[in-house]
């Protein structure tokens, strides 16, 4: 196989596996950007997969599996919000509990439900989102380049790949481009500033939770229904972690968190492809060196590469109103 052919290969790979990175990176954009931080992005991802899992499962609608995982992803949001924005209490004590909550109850009641140790039946694919190919696919795969690249990267991906990058711009339109965008970053940054001018701060973090909820939703629905045919235990395998390593490479910028989760699933699309080959001197790589390399490569991105990267001002800070 040459050269381009394996990179064609990888790199749709790569666009697959930054889809949940993607999604969960913006909902901690949002988040963040109204001061609140959410180490429970995990948490809520895994939550909204064993949802949209179990109920794709029972009722064989893949639309209904996405709508319960945005619910149950938005429930854990708002218990998040509650405890960190409502009670002023420690926001990543919250998240933490959240993660460890969501990977102990969706085991248990995964073997209560379907006594598979944890796991939802395997899925048909009437109950999943499947690979969408687009026009002219088969007429343009023979063209040098570009062909390959329209049939096999652009191509041939499911309804919530090309959601995640519409997610992109809308982002960004959102942020910069609406009241709601000013409001939630001036949140972000100065809450006594805009408490005096007589907005919520409250009800402004609230709404921003309620957006990380249902990206978290549609990140964990495209685990388990769309990128796989059901769902296993702590199936996000640390991908909440990764997307806030992401967001902090990308500086709380949407367009950025493209580029950044894109490297991510790129590197972690690598390390698959480099499972069991021979490598000249070294040999053959271990499997355990090759499921490593992103999260090394990760850490040495972010200590080294991304150079000073500060957060909103008032990130993690809760807000007492002012008499």
């Known amino acids: 196989m040459d050269f381009f052919q394996t990179l064609i290969l990888t790199t749709d790979s790569a666009v697959r596996l930054s889809v949940p990175l993607l999604f969960a990176c913006l909902a901690g954009l949002y988040s963040e950007r109204s001061g609140v931080v959410d180490i429970g992005l995990e948490g809520k991802m895994l939550g909204g997969a064993f949802a949209a899992g179990c109920v794709a499962a029972v009722t064989g609608s893949a639309w209904l599996g996405l709508l319960a995982a945005i619910l149950v992803s938005i429930g854990l949001a708002l218990v998040h919000g509650f405890a960190s924005i409502t009670q002023r209490g420690n926001q990543i004590v919250s998240g933490v509990a959240i993660n460890f909550v969501a990977s102990g109850l969706t085991a248990l009641l995964g073997q209560a439900w379907f006594s598979r140790g944890g796991k939802t039946p395997q899925l048909p694919n009437t109950a999943r989102f499947n690979e969408i190919t687009l026009p002219f696919t088969d007429s343009v795969r023979g063209i040098p380049v570009l062909g390959p690249i329209y049939s096999d990267i652009i191509s041939g991906h499911s309804l919530l790949v090309y959601a995640s990058f519409v997610a992109i711009p809308l982002t960004w339109w959102v ?61 996000t395998a640390g991908k909440g972690f990764i997307a806030l390593a992401a967001l902090v490479f990308a500086k709380w910028k949407p367009v950025n968190a493209l580029g950044a989760c894109f490297l991510f699933g790129f590197l972690d699309a690598v390390g698959i492809r480099l499972q069991g080959t021979q490598l000249p001197v070294i040999g053959e790589v271990p499997v355990q060196a090759m499921q490593a390399l992103p999260y090394v490569l990760t850490v040495v ?22 008499r």
């Open 301 to 322: 991105l972010l200590a080294g590469f991304i150079g000073k990267s500060i957060p909103p001002k008032a990130s993690g800070v809760p807000y007492t109103k002012e």
């Open 175 to 235: 942020l910069y481009r609406t009241r709601f965008g000013l409001r939630l970053r001036a949140v972000g940054e100065n809450p006594g500033a805009v408490d005096t001018a007589g907005i919520s701060v409250a009800w402004m973090r609230y709404r921003a939770v309620v957006i990380t909820g249902i990206l978290c939703g549609f990140a964990g629905a495209y685990l388990s229904i769309a990128q796989s045919a059901g769902f296993s235990k702590d199936m």
